[in-house]
C-alpha cells in the first residue's frame, strides 16, 4: 500500500496563504486529493485530480486553492489563498481508491 504523509499545515491569519505538500511512497493511480475534517463535522472533499485526470474543486474552494503534482517526485501540492477561519480543519491528503490516507495537518485560520 502506498504511504502517504503530509506537510505544510500552520497558523495563519484570514487572508493568508499556506502551501500543503503530500509526499506518496510510490505511484498513485486513480483519484488523488486533498481532503478536510472541521471539528465536529464529516470529512469532506477539497479538490482532486479524478481518474482521467481532469481537476475538481468544490465550490467553497474554487478561485482560491489550487492542487498540482509532480509525478516524477510523487508530490501533490495544495496552494491555500484568500484564506478564511473556516477553512480551519485537518487537511489530509488521499488516494481513496487505493485505500491510502496520510495522517493529516493542521491548518488554523484566525480572524
Known amino acids: 500500500q502506498v504511504q502517504l504523509a503530509e506537510s505544510g499545515g500552520g497558523v495563519v491569519q484570514a487572508g493568508g496563504s499556506l502551501k500543503l505538500t503530500c509526499a506518496a511512497s510510490?505511484?498513485?493511480?486513480?483519484?488523488m486529493g486533498w481532503y478536510r475534517q472541521a471539528p465536529g463535522k464529516q470529512r469532506e472533499l477539497v479538490a482532486a485530480?479524478?481518474?482521467?485526470?481532469?481537476?475538481n474543486y468544490e465550490d467553497f474552494v474554487k478561485g482560491r486553492f489550487t492542487i498540482s503534482r509532480d509525478n516524477a517526485k510523487n508530490l501533490i501540492y495544495l496552494q491555500m489563498n484568500s484564506l478564511k477561519p473556516e477553512d480551519t480543519a485537518v487537511y489530509y491528503c488521499?488516494?481513496?481508491?487505493?485505500?491510502?490516507w496520510g495522517q493529516g495537518t493542521q491548518v488554523t485560520v484566525s480572524s
Open positions: 510510490g505511484r498513485i493511480f486513480g483519484v
Open positions: 485530480f479524478t481518474v482521467d485526470g481532469s481537476i
Open positions: 488521499a488516494a481513496p481508491l487505493m485505500g491510502s
